[in-house]
């Protein structure tokens, strides 16, 4: 069972724990975890691009010159594709690039994103990750002093405003909760933050 180091805020090792076989323990599927990426990128996007075909372009009505003895090429219309102005072959057009993918394989995907940061060290788990005050500056400190200041995500048991407000200036990080944590966030973050209760609930969750 994989095992590692619990700190407080400050970077001080206050403990150990072992973390659940059955989530960081399992052989990491790279085309699994493709897959669930890409998905969710695809989600992400608006898909309200938009441009006129030679249908739709003003104009273009009538033919620019007779159709025989000019020496130039036939034309039909000022408004076909080949002249300035002209519509657009095949322009793209609003479209919704969303699709689903089956729950285990968003499961395994997860496990495998997860499992894959325990292998090359990269969760840090803290025991508890509380803050007084919204202070982007003493989080930049915390993050600083766990190792983690470039490219984190902070994971927190509980939706919590003042840990959000103040993680959210900082370059590279993100906050998210326990049961919103994804694969895209997980995979995008050099290191993975989490609270001792998050990890609870993680491994309550997926194991």
């Given amino acids: 069972m994989p095992k590692t180091n619990v700190y407080d805020m400050s970077g001080k090792q206050v403990g150990e724990i072992e973390l659940s076989e059955a989530v960081f323990g399992i052989e990491p599927n790279g085309a699994v975890v493709h897959d669930v990426v890409k998905n969710h990128l695809a989600n992400c996007r608006q898909g309200t691009q938009s441009a006129l075909t030679r249908a739709e372009v003003s104009g273009g009505g009538r033919k620019p ?19 300035t102005h002209g519509g657009i072959v095949f322009a793209p057009k609003p ?3 969303s699709y689903t993918l089956n729950k285990k394989v968003k499961r395994l995907a997860l496990k495998s994103a997860l499992a894959a940061k325990a292998q090359d060290n990269n969760v840090v788990v803290i025991d508890s990750i509380k803050m007084d005050s919204i202070k982007t500056k003493d989080f930049a400190g915390f993050l600083s002093a766990v ?7 902070v994971v927190t048991a509980e939706a919590d405003q003042i840990i959000v407000k103040s993680g959210r200036n900082i370059p590279g990080c993100a906050v998210t909760f326990a049961n919103l944590i994804n694969v895209y966030d997980v995979v995008n973050a050099n290191k993975l933050v989490v609270d001792q209760a998050a990890l ?4 309550e969750v997926f194991a």
């Fill in 200 to 203: 609870a609930k993680i491994e």
């Fill in 147 to 153: 190792g983690a200041e470039k490219k984190a995500l």
């Fill in 65 to 83: 010159w007779r159709q025989k003895g000019t020496g130039r090429a036939r034309q039909g219309s000022t408004r076909a594709p080949q002249w």
């Fill in 95 to 97: 479209r919704d690039y």
